[in-house]
């Protein structure tokens, strides 16, 4: 008779494994990885460039050269391109960000290979059509000038341009006077300069016809020679920021400083410190600051990794009047992690929820290409994820509150609040 009364034992599962990655080395650095798997006959080709904002000679470049790829082509105009993907049901998106600009094209394996040359020419022989510019233009205008309005969005600009510096690509936003200075030509020649080195990920079901086209395709794209460009950030030397916004009712807050990069060894447990600070629903702030003090919907902390610099972010909304208490009260639960240990069924209540969630996030093949990706872009051993969950597993709250002490102290913190 089965025993209903009883729970099933809890077993503890910390293991994470990778689809294999095989890797083909084409026309200089530019790379290729397919990862097999799953059982849909789906595939998603994601090429990465080093065409973000890191990149962009003046503000706009890299966001406006991404938004026009896809709308004509020395061949074709962008409606024949819409035209195309939507005859093979495929999706193209092309992703601008800080580091890298992404183009990744899905849908069925058998309708891939069609599509294959247009991919390539929006990549060599976008055309960046001045209308296509105009309407672009004036879209991001409409939609800059509606964000400008928002508190989020301003405490966000706020926070980063204060963590950073005004002329440091993370720090710097678009402003609406930049929009008008773009030109097409100014386009052409970033595409030319830093849409020919990649690195390929082809990630679910590619048929051994279609790696190799694709193998034979992308060799035809020679990477160049990119300029490595330094910035200097310069945090400002003012820690508490206010914008105030008389129609506004409520107060959008952000708290945070620079942190430790992926490849530090005390990152996986900074990773799980922030976990117990704003990183889930029960996190110490949500308990603190929504459900004890009721200050707030929600409140979250995150890790932002770029790749030259990596940042802590505390960020919420509140009503005006609760501002100033609420910023106290999220100091307060960074000093609550410098000077008292966490308790054991705390700690491990928050190892489980971060380690489950790493692992069932695991359950296609493009979930395992987008943790290569991280691997590969960031320069990380092969073994990361699982050294990762092997260090989360063993950290005691002893280690974390010496790490607490090391990297969460309030001096440098900074503050943003715009409401």
């Given at each position: 008779m089965v025993d209903r009364k009883s729970a099933p034992p809890f077993i503890k599962d910390t293991s994470f494994e990778l689809l294999d990655a095989e890797t083909h080395q084409l026309s200089g650095a530019?790379?290729?990885?397919?990862?097999?798997?799953?059982?849909?006959?789906?595939?998603?080709?994601?090429l990465v460039f080093p065409a973000g904002r890191w990149h962009e000679p003046v503000a706009g470049v890299s966001h406006f050269t991404a938004s026009l790829l896809p709308k004509g082509t020395t061949s074709k105009t962008s409606f024949e391109i819409v035209g195309l993907l939507d005859y093979y049901?495929?999706?193209?998106?092309?992703?601008?960000?800080?580091?890298?600009?992404?183009?990744?094209?899905?849908?069925?394996?058998?309708?891939?290979?069609?599509a294959l040359d247009t991919l390539l020419e929006l990549i060599l022989v976008p055309t960046f059509p001045e209308n296509e510019l105009r309407q672009s233009k004036t879209i991001f205008t409409q939609g800059l000038t509606i964000n400008l309005e928002k508190t989020n969005f301003l405490a966000s600009r706020i926070f980063r341009e204060n963590l950073f510096g005004s002329s440091h690509p993370y720090g710097k936003?678009?402003?609406?006077?930049?929009?008008?200075?773009?030109?097409?030509q100014q386009l052409a020649d970033f595409n030319k300069n830093y849409f020919r080195n990649f690195v390929a990920f082809v990630s679910g079901k590619p048929s051994e016809q279609l790696k190799a086209l694709l193998i034979d395709k992308l060799a035809?794209?020679?990477?160049?020679?990119?300029?490595?460009?330094?910035?200097?950030?310069?945090?400002?030397e003012t820690l508490n920021h206010f914008l105030s916004k008389s129609n506004s009712v409520q107060t959008s807050i952000r708290v945070g400083k620079m942190i430790i990069s992926r490849n530090h060894a005390d990152y996986p447990a900074v990773l799980l410190l922030n976990h117990i600070l704003g990183g889930f629903f029960g996190s110490r702030l949500m308990k603190n600051i929504r459900e004890e003090k009721g200050l707030t919907y929600g409140i979250h902390s995150s890790i932002h990794a770029l790749n030259h610099h990596s940042?802590?972010?505390?960020g919420t909304d509140v009503n005006k009047e609760n501002r100033e208490l609420t910023i106290e009260e999220i100091k307060r639960e960074l000093l609550r992690l410098q000077n008292e240990l966490i308790p054991e069924?705390?700690?491990?209540?928050?190892?489980?929820?971060?380690?489950?969630?790493?692992?069932?996030?695991?359950?296609?093949?493009?979930?395992?290409?987008?943790?290569?990706?991280?691997?590969?872009?960031?320069?990380?051993p092969s073994n990361y994820y699982q050294n990762l969950i092997h260090v989360l597993s063993t950290c005691t709250p002893h280690d974390l509150l010496i790490t607490a002490q090391k990297y969460f102290p309030e001096e440098n913190l900074l503050t943003a609040s715009v409401g």
């Open positions: 530019n790379t290729i990885h397919f990862i097999t798997g799953g059982n849909q006959e789906v595939t998603k080709i994601e049901g495929l999706h193209l998106e092309v992703t601008p960000g800080f580091d890298f600009t992404s183009i990744t094209l899905y849908g069925l394996t058998n309708h891939i290979a069609p936003d678009i402003e609406l006077e930049d929009i008008n200075t773009v030109t097409q035809t794209i020679k990477p160049n020679t990119i300029e490595q460009k330094t910035f200097s950030h310069h945090q400002s940042y802590l972010v505390i069924d705390e700690l491990e209540t928050a190892r489980n929820h971060f380690i489950g969630g790493l692992q069932s996030d695991m359950n296609t093949p493009f979930a395992h290409a987008d943790k290569h990706k991280i691997t590969s872009l960031f320069n990380l």
